[in-house]
């Protein structure tokens, strides 16, 4: 079962899915980190290092774009991997891994309009928070 299934499950009451939750929650908090700079700066950071075209779909109403955990782990990789695999207990590789599989779907869900919220709109750990509490990330 792929980690998506798993989180999936986890959404629907599965068992499994416990270590996924902690891992989209991590992921929200590093979007919402301010020396990040939010979700734009993460898109920054994502476009400078080549998967500007992956990261751009995420956010618009058309189909996402995949990406895979090497490219993530080459764009993010010595700057923001360490600490969120170390937040999970995981290694760098498994986060990335994650990361290929929740982050376009997590952005694409935060930007439902196709584009960036308004920073005066709320906080987007809390209202991807709510979205995965209501089920509503993956569904």
Not at 3 to 20: E, F, M
Not at 103 to 123: A, S, V
């Amino acid at each position: 079962m792929g980690l998506l299934d798993q989180v999936v499950g986890a959404l629907a009451g599965g068992q499994n899915g416990g270590g996924n939750t902690q891992l989209i929650q991590a992921v929200l908090q590093l979007i919402n980190n301010p020396q990040i700079g939010g979700l734009g700066g993460l898109l920054g950071i994502l476009r400078q290092s080549g998967l500007g075209e992956a990261a751009d779909s995420w956010v618009s109403t058309g189909r996402n774009q995949p990406v895979s955990a090497e490219q993530l782990q080459a764009s993010l990789g010595d700057s923001l991997l360490p600490g969120l695999a170390a937040q999970l207990g995981i290694t760098p590789q498994q986060a990335s891994s994650g990361l290929a599989d929740l982050l376009p779907q997590i952005i694409d869900h935060l930007t439902p309009d196709g584009r960036l919220p308004q920073e005066n709109q709320g906080d987007l750990l809390t209202e991807g928070l709510a979205l995965l509490k209501k089920g509503g990330l993956f569904g």
